[in-house]
């Protein structure tokens, strides 16, 4: 039925069209509102027990996961004049509408750029990209920690400026984190990424899974080695696990072993909630990313420690 009201609109003039792309995601960030109180007004007419059965379903998730960026702060104002170019000398230029993403959020925020690529940003970290991709290179800032899914595109590279080294990539997943004071590291999980200081080409050294790189900004160093915090990674390793009018309780302590996280719930009714799911090829934040948008939940993360609470009805 969503669909086919859609489709209805195919003749007519997108009325997104005339709104810029600040006043676009406060529409959307207004639907999502209103959806969720809907969810919740009709939960409370539902019987005592809190046990339902809830469905995953991908299609709609994918459609919604863009809407939801809650307390994080989007900036779209800034749009650079110089020409495209091709150098490659740590300075981030290009010719396209620039965005800016803090993540203000205990949980791993998602974005999605123009070229399909993922990136996964941890709390109190911050991604500059540009609206659209142009030119040779795909290019963009970080601070702090992210995980990276790079679209394949032999043709365009990726590159990643953060904590004083460059990373360049053409189709792969890593992760990168700036520790102030302490150093840069890039682990590799699959693909090939090269790492180098700028203005210093025979610094570079090339990655392959489960080795990394570390960079230390007070003596210039960059070194290459295996990757020994095995558990830090796991929870970007993917994994194949599906659920069948599960409670969610159970689902948690599943996911706790897959992913060496404890996952858990303070709120029993919650955790009586049945869920069906089929979470082929996911990694454990794109895990809580869809039972955020299905189970009308929210989490925070301490370390190794996730916790999942429902969200309170607002209020317009």
Known sequence: ????????????????????????????????????????????????????????????YYTLAGIAATLLIVWAGLNLTQKPTDNINGVFTTATEQMEVSNLTNSIYKQVLSDGSIVWLSPKSKLRYPKKFIGTYRQVKMTGEAFFEVTKDHAHPFIIYSGGVITRVWGTSFRIRVVQNAGTEVSVVTGKVSVKIPDHDESEV??????????????????????????????????????????LSNVLNTLDKQFGMHIYTDDKE??????????????????????ENSLNVSYTMDDTDIILYRNKPTTN
């Open 1 to 60: 039925m969503l669909y086919q009201w859609y489709d209805a609109f195919e003749r007519q003039d997108d009325p997104l069209e005339g709104m810029s792309p600040i006043e676009q995601e406060a529409l959307k960030m207004l639907m999502l509102r209103n959806f969720k109180n809907n969810v919740s007004a009709t939960d409370s007419d539902d019987t005592p027990s809190l046990a339902k059965t809830r469905t995953v379903v991908k299609l709609m």
């Open 206 to 247: 090339m990655l392959l899974p489960k080795q990394k790189a570390t960079y230390q900004q007070r003596n210039q160093s960059l070194k290459r080695d295996v990757e020994t915090n095995k558990s830090a990674m796991r929870i970007w390793q993917k994994a194949t696990i599906t659920f069948d009018n599960v409670p």
């Open 270 to 291: 919650l955790g009586k909630y049945l869920l069906k799911a089929d979470f082929t090829g996911q990694n454990l934040p794109a895990i809580l990313d869809m039972l």
